[in-house]
């Protein structure tokens, strides 16, 4: 499919409709590329023993019965908890499928 020749050359965008190259509109999010460089630093800045440390302290606390801590720490190693409904749909679909796959192997 052909496009028309842009009538809107003034914004940026080529023959085609789409941004062209030097396009002053199409630099990007400036807060992403803030964004990276601050994750960048962050990553430079930790070290894999400061992690470890961060882990350590927080499994102490969750021992010792915070609550907020324990949470977090089961959550970042099993992931968010699954909701019980969930389980028991998923058990019911499983048995039904197991059914209908028993009664068309008659």
């Known amino acids: 499919m052909t496009h028309p020749p842009s009538t809107t050359a003034g914004n940026g965008r ?8 030097g396009n002053r509109y199409a630099r990007g ?7 990276a460089r601050l994750r960048a630093e962050l990553l430079r800045a930790v070290a894999p023993d400061h992690i470890r440390e961060v882990v350590a302290a927080l499994l102490t606390q969750a ?8 949470k977090e720490l089961l959550q970042r190693l099993l992931g968010p908890p699954v909701e019980l409904d969930l389980l028991e749909r998923l ?3 499983e048995r039904h499928l197991a059914e209908v ?3 068309q192997g008659k």
Do not use: C, I, M
């Not at 080529?14 to 190259?21: E, K, L, M, T, V």
């Open 14 to 21: 080529g023959s085609g409709g789409r941004f062209a190259p």
């Open 101 to 103: 796959a028993q009664e």
């Open 63 to 70: 021992k010792s019965g915070d609550v907020a801590a324990a």
């Open 29 to 35: 999010n400036p807060h992403a590329r803030r964004v």
């Open 91 to 93: 058990e019911t679909l």
